[in-house]
């Protein structure tokens, strides 16, 4: 392999890893250290899908490692590549969300203290689930493992799959389909959501503006830097998709946005790495949590080494005491033998005499 394969297939590992295990700390701690609040399921949402999206990376890796040949089955890739897509259309709704409810909370003040509850907050998340769900159900009908005349297996789309039974012309509709699906994704996972997030920020900007408020550098921090990754990490890959879709065949461009896609797949993963720092460790309130947690976590393992050692030293003393009383009690035996064998030879002695 060259050195860029090597470095991408390395890459692609440090996200997963990193990924896999902020999220399953921010799962862990929120889940089971933080109180339930409207804030703690949007985070728990979000980071079940950064985790979702994570664990799935390691199975891309294979792909590119065996170069960039699908060897797993039908079955996997679809699914693979669902988890991938349920993930862009989750994050982008689930951002969206959070910041429509920071919008809210303060154009709204009365209505969000009235109305704004974890229950409803929890459906808002399943509706948000249903949809990414509903949205991701054409991209897997349309994934497939294609053989290449090179040997190679491509995990890809097949669009020419449950073709219509009137007259129709294959070239067209697949055509169709791809546009469709491609500008599905530009404008439901990423246009529209980031249009949300600019223009609740910027109310809530305009709102402390017109109060006479300061707004604090953390929360200007956070926007700048939310609406920043959001688009870093997902724009190269809508940019390429479309390319790809619109370049006539076997123009340079396309041949280019095709070899782009894979890279520019891999800094989108980049996006579960992020969010996970953005939205959870930006709280000094959750980091102390998170810090207390793994500090407790600490102290029990330490806690137990510590019982286990002493329950063995305990173990070894009372070894060595039962050993002493053990020896003691024979020796005293064998004293008092020695002194009844000496009393019986008396007894006899004088008996004879």
């Not at 980031?194 to 300061?214: D, E, F, H, P, W």
């Not at 990490?233 to 461009?253: D, K, L, N, R």
């Not at 782009?260 to 959870?280: C, D, G, M, Q, R």
Request: hydrophobic residues 50%.
């Amino acid at each position: 392999m060259s050195s860029l394969s090597v470095f991408a297939i390395s890459l692609h590992g440090l996200f997963s890893t990193i990924g896999i295990i902020e999220n399953l700390l921010i799962l862990g701690v929120v889940g089971f250290h933080v109180r339930r609040s409207v804030i703690s399921v949007w985070i728990l949402n979000l980071a079940a899908s950064d985790l979702l999206a994570t664990a799935s990376l390691p199975f891309f890796t294979l792909y590119m490692a065996r170069g960039k040949t699908w060897t797993l089955g039908k079955t996997v890739c679809r699914l693979h590549s669902s988890i991938f897509f349920l993930n862009m259309f989750v994050s982008g709704f689930l951002l969206a969300a959070i910041s429509l409810d920071r919008c809210l909370v303060v154009l709204q003040p009365v209505w969000a203290q009235n109305y704004r509850n974890v229950q409803r907050v929890g459906k808002v998340c399943g509706v948000i689930w249903a949809l990414a769900v509903l949205f991701t159900i054409p991209f897997y009908i349309f994934r497939d493992t294609i053989p290449q005349p090179s040997g190679q297996i491509q995990c890809y789309y097949n669009y020419a799959q449950l073709l219509p039974a009137k007259p129709f012309d294959l070239a067209s509709l697949c055509k169709e389909r791809k546009e469709a699906l491609a500008f599905m994704k530009l404008f439901l996972a990423f246009l529209i959501p980031l249009l949300i997030i600019i223009l609740s920020y910027a109310a809530v900007n305009n709102r402390l503006a017109r109060r006479g408020c300061r707004r604090p550098f953390r929360f200007v921090r956070l926007v700048v830097a939310v609406v920043v990754s959001f688009v870093l990490c997902w724009a190269p890959y809508h940019i390429f998709f479309i390319i790809e879709v619109m370049a006539p065949i076997g123009h340079p461009a396309q041949s280019f946005a095709s070899n782009a896609l894979p890279i520019s797949a891999t800094i989108s993963f980049l996006n579960s790495v992020l969010n996970p720092v953005l939205y959870v460790f930006s709280c000094p309130d959750l980091c102390n949590k998170i810090r207390h947690s793994m500090g407790a976590v600490m102290e029990s393992v330490l806690a137990e080494d510590l019982a286990e050692f002493a329950r063995r030293r305990s173990t070894a003393r009372s070894s060595v005491s039962t050993s002493e009383m053990v020896l003691k009690q024979r020796n005293s035996l064998t004293t008092l033998t020695g002194k009844d064998q000496e009393y019986t030879k008396s007894l006899t002695e004088s008996t004879l005499d």
